[in-house]
């Protein structure tokens, strides 16, 4: 089994594909041809780093196509009023007595460093479908867990500015 996307997420790979196809090969494959008319290509750097950046790019575009050929396109079912994805969550940790803020999205957009968590991630999957006032148990492993209280929930905000995580 592959990723789980949402539509939109196959939408904005598609639109990368079709962008590094179209815009990002020709550029690389103009500046290996600037760089090998330079001459001597046993010294020549820009030949090397020009091939290397169109490397890099079309091993991009086949990451991509074969993620979308085993893709599992998902659909958020969740109500207006429950943690669904690409919904903004403000959580209360007892543990803690700390309040966090996350939005829940898909795994490939995950990301700690701007409080993005994955749908796969133990919070992702506890938090999932309640409601605001519901308490949910994180289960970390087997050994760890700890609860967490659905404070407030904005499905406002919507997916637009999220990015495809590089790998």
């Not at 046993?42 to 790019?57: H, I, L, P, T, V």
């Amino acid at each position: 089994m592959g990723e789980r996307l949402t539509k939109s997420d196959v939408e904005k790979i598609q639109k990368e594909i079709e962008h590094r196809k179209l815009v990002v090969r020709k550029e690389a494959i103009e500046a290996v041809k600037e760089a090998r008319a330079q001459g001597d290509l046993s010294e020549n750097f820009e030949y090397y780093a020009a091939k290397k950046d169109k490397n890099q790019n079309e091993s991009r575009i086949r990451y991509l196509e074969r993620m979308l050929k085993n893709a599992t396109v998902i659909e958020d079912d969740s109500s207006d009023d429950q943690v669904g994805i690409n919904t903004v969550v403000t959580l209360y940790i007892p543990e803690d007595d700390v309040e966090e803020t996350y939005k829940l999205v898909t795994s490939i957009r995950s990301s700690s460093l701007r409080d993005m968590v994955s749908i796969e991630s133990p919070l992702g999957k506890a938090i999932r479908g309640k409601r605001v006032g519901d308490t949910a148990t994180v289960d970390v492993d087997a050994s760890y867990s700890y609860d967490v209280i659905i404070r407030k929930i904005d499905k406002s905000v919507g997916d637009e500015d999220d990015q495809i995580r590089r790998y």
